[in-house]
């Protein structure tokens, strides 16, 4: 079962804009990492967080994490059109070595 | 980095066919190799996970007769659709994690859409 739930399910913006995709989740975890999916392709991983770090930085993309609130968010700054696409947030549990994807959000991005 | 090969990239193909996917490591070994399916605008989902030399672990609710799952080596997984049909078309993407400092990272293959007629 899912257990990543994301936030906006749809975000549009206009290039040169900051994005900012949320994620939360139910269970302990090990790290939770960012995944960008293109329309009709494999996903690619982002960035990964460890669950005893707050905030994480990789180019254009800062990642935060918060384990009290069991949430996380992605921000995208100066956006572009090639950011078109959709985000999934993915957790490892403390238990298990399997992913968990939540329900994506899509980013547009609009030149 | 690390790249996965998935093919092929799409198929359509006739009710009761079998078809299958194959999933490649190009560049490092893979010891456990993921399959996913995927409705349109909606997430992934967990299909099963296999470990290279032993039988796959399929998640509940799919069936085991129905996607056979062959991870006989390092670099290759296949999953194959068995007598398909118009509900199991779907996106089907393959991952995989290596060893090592990558263990923790999933490494996608491109994907397969599939569609029964």
């Known amino acids: 079962s899912q257990q990543g739930e994301e936030d906006p399910q749809a975000l549009s913006i206009q290039e040169g804009e900051n994005a900012t995709m949320n994620c939360s989740y139910k269970t302990s975890i090990n790290n939770l990492q960012w995944y960008r999916q293109n329309s009709g392709r494999g996903l690619v991983h982002l960035i990964l967080?460890?669950?005893?770090?707050r905030e994480k930085h990789s180019g254009r993309l800062r990642v935060t994490l918060d384990t009290s609130k069991k949430s996380s968010s992605l921000l995208i700054t100066a956006s572009r059109a090639a950011d078109t696409a959709s985000y999934f947030c993915?957790?490892?549990?403390?238990?298990?070595?399997?992913?968990?994807f939540g329900e994506g959000t899509q980013l547009t991005v609009n030149p | 980095g690390a790249v996965v090969s998935q093919h092929p990239s799409w198929v359509i193909c006739k009710s009761g066919t079998s078809v299958k996917i194959e999933c490649r490591s190009l560049d490092f070994q893979a010891t456990t190799m993921f399959w996913y399916r995927q409705f349109p605008k909606q997430s992934l989902m967990l299909m099963a996970t296999s470990n290279e030399g032993s039988k796959a672990t399929y998640e509940q609710g799919v069936e085991k007769d129905k996607f056979l799952i062959n991870h006989a080596s390092l670099t290759l997984s296949t999953l194959t659709v068995t007598s398909a049909h118009p509900e199991d078309s779907s996106f089907y993407i393959c991952?995989?994690?290596?060893?090592?400092?990558?263990?923790?990272?999933?490494?996608f293959g491109s994907g397969t859409q599939l569609s029964v007629l």
């Open positions: 993915a957790t490892r549990e403390t238990s298990g070595s399997r992913l968990t």
């Open positions: 991952s995989a994690t290596g060893q090592g400092s990558t263990w923790e990272k999933l490494f």
């Open positions: 967080i460890r669950s005893n770090e």
